[in-house]
């Protein structure tokens, strides 16, 4: 059985979340993604290959490049964990709101 790193893991790296909202509004090479930091290419690969692992970034060949591009269905995961905690925050500011509306001074 393969292990998979964790999800979890890799987007709490501000770095990898830098790639993740670059990546999000186009695919890029990975030249293109590291000339965004102060690393050298070969960290910035390092994240971009755990990104990839975690299934969070998926890559695609085009000609001799490799551009990575992000994978909606790998973000599912992180998507899924957080929903009912801003639900149940939503929940809370909008009992608070209401609290707030009806001691409101007139």
């Given at each position: 059985m393969?292990?998979?790193r964790d999800v979890f893991q890799a987007i709490a790296?501000?770095?990898?979340?830098?790639i993740i909202s670059m990546?999000?509004?186009?695919?890029?090479?990975?030249?293109a993604i590291a000339e965004?930091?102060?690393s050298s290419r070969q960290t910035i690969s390092k994240h971009i290959q755990i990104l990839t692992e975690c299934e969070i970034?998926?890559?695609?060949?085009k000609g001799r490049e490799i551009y990575y591009q992000?994978?909606?269905n790998g973000m599912k995961?992180?998507?899924q964990f957080i929903e009912p905690f801003r639900k149940l925050?939503?929940?809370?500011?909008?009992?608070l709101e209401s609290i707030m509306k009806k001691h409101r001074p007139k």
């Amino acid at each position: 059985m393969e292990l998979r790193r964790d999800v979890f893991q890799a987007i709490a790296d501000p770095t990898r979340r830098m790639i993740i909202s670059m990546v999000a509004f186009q695919a890029m090479t990975p030249t293109a993604i590291a000339e965004n930091f102060d690393s050298s290419r070969q960290t910035i690969s390092k994240h971009i290959q755990i990104l990839t692992e975690c299934e969070i970034l998926e890559q695609e060949q085009k000609g001799r490049e490799i551009y990575y591009q992000l994978n909606p269905n790998g973000m599912k995961e992180i998507a899924q964990f957080i929903e009912p905690f801003r639900k149940l925050w939503d929940d809370r500011f909008n009992k608070l709101e209401s609290i707030m509306k009806k001691h409101r001074p007139k």
